[in-house]
């Protein structure tokens, strides 16, 4: 039913159009000068109006109808489920399962009973808000072709409208926001202060820390493992393919963004400036199979030729390929700034007698230094979050270690090897991604701020 009240709306609003827009039309007279608003700006009142409408009663009515079949459904739950509240969101999935014809559910009654009612009350919910849908898009049709007149501001209504929209998406984008900080600040406050859970550090304990294993024994056979959630292993880790990553990538980054913006005839730069950006498209799992197979043999390899013990998998080959992914964050963003540099500072090196070289260094780098800097920590913050090259190239051993040579871990392996799988969130090891997370977000919080602080100070010298 959800297709056919989309299908329905999308009818209304264009049919609301053009009759508003037609109406406009015959009161003007042929003369649309007479009108307040152009005859399209009627027309595009009424389709916001009937789009409004229908999608707001949608947002309304769809979730109610959902809880009205479910409620309908868990009447039919078995005793023994009763207050079990797993159990009962297991059995209510099997309810829409079998409603939907995953599955077949002959050999239980209750379950085929509460399908029945399930579907019942969803199929009459669907239609009656279909109908009100309908209903409700005829009579802001109505509405809208009746407000067409002479000295109706259909253009500022429709503006307004248009800016409660950017409003909108504004405050979603700021809300999303909001949301994951708190999500990751009831669930650390729960792994760091809730007395029910068993085996949680304190808060200086996990930040001051130098041992991470964050396994525990499931049986009596298995020994005795010491659980421990030291951070510090996972922020030099993070650090360590980081800084491997920047040192390879911003060097190349830079340079390839001088070289194309002002060196590079137009006809390279329009063959070199697409290829390099393609290595922003190749999925990281692709980079972690090229890390994992190819740079670290290859390191291991030299490494072994040398007299020195590499091994199989380590933060330099990690941080080598990583760097290989944030090049085009860097060379892309870069370049697009240094064109922006106003052609007349060019010029007036230029003819003080700075050579191509001198002009650059003293006059567009400088100009340009703070749309470069924002760059570098887009693309550290790239390299910060970065999951599946370190898994593939660098391992899971969390080692409290400077060495590029060793096997290290990053906060983002750490967080997606804890939530793999099922996992019951009422015990330390899953609440610690939480932790973990919510550290994460605050490291690269600082960066941008760092960031934004150099941007508008060295902004300040070149306006």
Known sequence: MTAYYLVAMALLVVAGFFTARSRAFSIAGGHPSVLHSLPQYHGLYTAVLIFAGMLALFALGDPLVNWLARSAALKNLPPELAGDTLRSEAFLRDVINVSSGSFSSTDKSELAAAAQSYQHVKTIGSWVLLLAGLVLGGALLMFGSWRVSRRFRARNAFERAVEIVLMACAAIAILTTVGILFSLIGET???????????????????????????????????????????????????????????????????????????????????????????????????????????????????????????????????????????????????????????????????????????????????????????????????????????????????????????????????????????????????????????????????????????????????
């Open 189 to 463: 406050y729960r792994f760091f202060f809730d007395p029910a859970i068993k085996g949680k550090p304190g808060v200086l304990d996990f930040l001051l820390g130098t041992e991470w294993n964050p396994q525990a024994a499931m049986r009596a056979d298995q020994g005795e493992i010491s659980t421990a959630y030291g951070f510090l292993p996972l922020l030099t880790g993070t650090l360590l393919i980081t800084t491997i990553a920047v040192l390879v990538a911003g060097p190349l980054g830079l340079f390839s963004a001088i070289y194309l913006s002002e060196y590079a005839s137009s006809r390279t730069r329009a063959i070199f400036k697409p290829v390099l950006e393609i290595l922003a498209g190749i999925p990281t799992v692709v980079l972690g199979f090229f890390a994992a197979l190819t740079v670290a043999p290859y390191i291991r390899g030299w490494g072994e030729y040398f007299g020195l013990d590499i091994a199989s998998e380590s933060a330099l080959a990690a941080g080598l390929v990583m760097g290989m992914m944030i090049i085009p964050f860097i060379s892309s963003l870069s370049d697009d700034v240094i064109n922006a540099v106003p052609q007349s500072l060019r010029d007036g090196a230029y003819a003080l007698g700075a050579t191509r070289s001198e002009t650059i260094k003293q006059v567009v780098l400088p100009a340009a230094l703070p749309g470069i800097v924002a760059a570098f920590m887009l693309a550290i913050s790239r390299a910060i979050g970065e999951t599946m090259i370190v898994v593939m190239a660098a391992g899971l051993a969390a080692n409290l270690t400077f060495n590029p040579l060793d096997a290290v871990t990053t906060i983002t392996v750490q967080i997606k090897t804890i939530l793999v799988g099922d996992q019951e969130f009422d015990s330390a090891k899953t609440l610690a991604a939480f932790a973990l997370g919510f550290v994460l977000f605050f490291i690269t919080l600082a960066l941008n701020f760092i960031a934004l602080r150099v941007v508008r100070r060295y902004r300040e010298q070149y306006e």
